[in-house]
């Protein structure tokens, strides 16, 4: 694996939108505990991946925030731009009826050999 999927930087930043929401994403369904980070723990989420620069360094519990946040960031991201593929915009998407918007999802989800499971962040 490259360095740079280890820098906390790196993982931190892309799980910098999700880590403080309640609700991750409006077009893929994440299952689990949120906010990841509440307002309470958010200052020593904070200073342990400023002072931390490899992820198998930081403290297990954060190390979990932000690999999770890292994964929803690629997932969304990968999600739009199958949306894209098919000429769809995230509100086309959430246009649809949920029928088609679920046979939108689990297309994206067998082609990216993403599980059920995976959508379960612990």
Known sequence: MSIRYRL????????????GIKKLSEIIPFRGKFPM??????QEYQKAIRSTEMIEDLPEKWQRVVINGAR?????????????????????????????KSDKLVDWMERNCISLEMLKLS
């Open 37 to 42: 980070v509440d307002d309470v723990d958010m």
């Open 8 to 19: 906390v930087s790196v993982l931190a930043g892309k799980a910098s939108g999700y880590i």
């Open 72 to 100: 929803i960031f690629d997932f969304e991201e990968s999600f739009r731009e199958y949306l894209s593929e098919y000429g769809l915009s995230i509100d086309n998407f959430l246009e649809l009826k949920n029928t088609e």
